[in-house]
């Protein structure tokens, strides 16, 4: 029923920074904890970052320190601003958000994915 939609993906450089943006195309209730996981091509799908309803943060060592997740409970969006990109951080990015599905269970709505690219 909702949609989550993303924005910001494209090509960087190496060094470079990129800001990830994930809004729902509706109304969504009873919000808890927002994130993001990416996949790289041919790998499996990792958990990069997410943030709490209260704000707490986490992240996957591989970006922490150069990553932040941010949240904006008026908007119900969830952000991802990415700093000293490597090539590594190349993967198909997803968006999430947990959230109260229509029969009020809580559920993991999904972005459809937005393609970062790091290279020279």
């Known amino acids: 029923q909702v949609q989550l939609v993303e924005s910001g993906g494209g090509l960087v450089q190496p060094g470079g920074s990129l800001r990830l943006s994930c809004a729902p195309d509706?109304?969504?209730?009873?919000?808890?904890?927002m994130g993001w996981y990416r996949q790289p091509p041919g790998k499996q799908r990792e958990l990069v970052a997410f943030?709490?309803?209260?704000?707490?943060?986490n992240y996957t060592d591989s970006v922490l320190g150069r990553f932040t997740v941010s949240r904006d409970d008026s908007k119900t969006t969830v952000s991802l601003e990415m700093n000293s990109l490597k090539p590594e951080d190349t993967a198909v990015y997803y968006c999430?958000?947990?959230?109260?599905?229509?029969?009020?269970?809580?559920?993991?709505?999904w972005g459809k994915g937005t393609l970062v690219t790091v290279s020279s």
């Open positions: 943030i709490t309803h209260g704000g707490i943060t």
């Open positions: 509706g109304i969504l209730f009873s919000v808890t904890n």
């Open positions: 999430f958000i947990n959230a109260a599905s229509p029969t009020w269970s809580i559920i993991r709505y």
